[in-house]
């Protein structure tokens, strides 16, 4: 009577005993008293119980491993490389993988050194910086050639970090900080020999058109006066008298002017009336006398050029030899 249930109990256990799952992306190694029998892949599996079990699981997915590596370049300066190697088990190849290698990351890890080590000390540090896809191309090549014997696939493998001493770093950014500040500086040089080359073009232009505005205001400025002498000519004034009162004209205008501007700095003598009707009288004493004086001039150039003509008609013909002519022969 109670034999059944013992027997339902065992017949339970050997039946959850015989039944496995394998996970996605996984690989599960049987062995049968000690003895390799298969893979199994993900899925619902059975083994006889107490006769093979699971000697392992070998994950199916890409892997990670990162190897930092301390060495010295070409210019002895000591750098610490960040490589990270990024590899799976070839589904083919799950036996050689569980059972060729027990520590498959100190295998990587041992060739990422070997070639690191061998490579950088060709380079100088800069070089380092410009061909570390050279160095992770010379790595994932290393290593795909030792690991695929063993069941690992490389996939890839890059140069993530690259560490030089505290010191050098410091001096490589003095030196680009330097760099940057020669270019600034010439940058700022251009920019400000720019400024002056046309702030000149702008002040000779200004000068340019302010002169030809003082011409053109000197060329209105004598038109206007023309036109005075002759409307001062109409009415019976003379040429003399009427540049003189123009000018006294003018002068009684200077003084207005001064006298609206509060701020000006002219000073215009002498400013009575008196000494305005002096200035007329004198300016015009003035024209007289020099036109005197030029038609004084006239006269005499005209005599000596009378004389001259004189005394060139009253010379003796000469002869070759600087004598006179004999006029009996």
Same mark, same amino acid.
């Given at each position: ?5 013992? *027997?339902?109990? #065992?017949? *339970? ?23 390799? &029998? ?5 899925? !619902?599996?059975?083994? #006889? ?26 210019? %002895? ?23 060729? !290698? ?6 990587? &890890? ?14 100088? =540090?800069? %070089?380092?910086?410009? /061909? ?11 290593? @795909?050639? +030792? ?10 493998? !890059? ?5 030089? %001493? ?16 020669? *270019? +600034? ?7 400000? /020999?720019?400024? *002056? ?21 000197? /060329?209105?400025?004598? /038109? ?7 409307? =001062? @000519? ?18 009684? %205008? ?11 700095? !002219? ?21 007289? +006398?020099?036109?005197? #004086? ?36």
């Amino acid at each position: 009577m109670f034999g059944y249930p013992i *027997i339902i109990f #065992i017949i *339970i256990v050997i039946t959850v005993a015989s039944v496995f799952t394998v996970k996605q992306q996984t690989a599960a190694i049987i062995e049968r008293f000690g003895k390799f &029998t298969s893979t199994r892949q993900s899925g !619902l599996h059975f083994k #006889i119980p107490l006769v093979d079990r699971i000697a392992g699981r070998l994950s199916l997915k890409i892997q990670q491993l990162d190897v930092i590596v301390e060495t010295k370049t070409k210019d %002895d300066v000591f750098v610490k490389l960040k490589v990270s190697v990024q590899f799976k088990v070839i589904r083919e190849k799950v036996y050689d993988a569980f059972y060729k !290698l027990d520590y498959p990351h100190d295998q990587i &890890t041992s060739y990422v050194f070997d070639v690191v080590r061998a490579e950088v000390p060709k380079m100088k =540090l800069d %070089d380092v910086f410009e /061909r570390k896809d050279d160095i992770a191309i010379a790595v994932k090549s290393e290593l @795909n050639e +030792a690991m695929m014997d063993y069941g690992y696939d490389i996939i890839k493998t !890059l140069v993530t970090d690259i560490d030089p %001493d505290e010191q050098v770093k410091e001096a490589m950014n003095r030196i680009n900080a330097s760099e940057r500040e020669k *270019i +600034a500086a010439q940058y700022e040089g251009d920019a400000q /020999r720019i400024l *002056i080359v046309e702030k000149a073009k702008a002040e000779a232009e200004s000068k340019r058109l302010q002169g030809q505005g003082i011409a053109d205001q000197r /060329r209105e400025i004598a /038109r206007g006066l023309e036109e005075s002498v002759d409307v =001062l @000519n109409n009415v019976g004034i003379n040429s003399q008298e009427a540049s003189a009162l123009i000018v006294v004209t003018q002068h009684y %205008d200077t003084l207005q002017s001064i006298g609206e501007h509060t701020g000006s700095n !002219l000073i215009l003598l002498p400013n009575s009336p008196q000494a305005g009707s002096d200035m007329l009288n004198n300016m015009i004493a003035s024209f007289s +006398a020099s036109n005197q #004086i030029g038609e004084a001039m006239k006269k005499q150039n005209a005599a000596k050029g009378i004389v001259n003509k004189k005394s060139s008609s009253n010379r003796t013909p000469k002869n070759d030899n600087n004598e006179p002519y004999n006029s009996d022969i």
